[in-house]
């Protein structure tokens, strides 16, 4: 694993199993949920596949207060160049107004650089005002593609077609 970066003072480092707890604990400040299966297949996920992952993690004090998780998708959606995909990011609320959100951004970056990586996306739900304005200050711009989704719960509605 690679070795603690820092960005405007603030070091970042690898993310490890025995912050699973800290990391559902500062998720859950936003989701009002206990996604603690997400985040456990999230890390053993990382620790089975390294080079498919970028995580990154701040400490202050000896506590972990902010942390970002990034999968690398080669080939998906017929792309060429392999991209990573930010999964989830995190600042406990109480942590905020740091700059531990940009030191997580350039943690992701420079590990993204050592492994090749030129692209990251994600997504946010666009009345996220606050993600949005974070994305907008650390870089991201529109994508030109557009996300569809559909329910699976209705069946897709038959065609009546003439002969």
């Keep these: 694993m690679s070795k603690a970066k820092k960005s405007n003072g603030n070091a970042t480092r690898p993310l490890r199993a025995d ?3 800290r990391m559902i604990s500062i998720d859950q400040e936003y989701t009002n949920k206990t996604r603690k299966r997400f985040f456990e297949k999230r890390l053993e996920a990382a620790r089975i596949h390294p080079d498919d992952f970028i995580h990154v993690g701040l ?22 160049q392999t991209v990573a995909v930010l999964d989830i990011i995190g600042v ?26 030129r ?3 994600s997504q946010a739900d666009w009345m996220n005002h606050r993600l949005l ?12 593609r557009i996300v569809l989704q559909r329910s699976t719960v209705e069946p897709l509605a038959e065609q009546a077609y003439e002969i």
């Design 119 to 121: 692209t990251l996306h």
């Design 19 to 21: 912050d699973l707890m």
């Design 92 to 117: 406990a609320r109480d942590e905020q107004e740091h700059g531990y959100g940009h030191a997580l951004m350039h943690g992701l970056c420079d590990r993204m650089r050592e492994k090749g990586v």
């Design 59 to 80: 400490d202050r004090s000896g506590t972990l207060v902010a942390f970002a998780f990034a999968r690398i998708l080669a080939g998906e959606f017929g792309r060429e």
């Design 133 to 144: 304005h974070f994305f907008n200050s650390t870089g991201f711009e529109l994508a030109p």
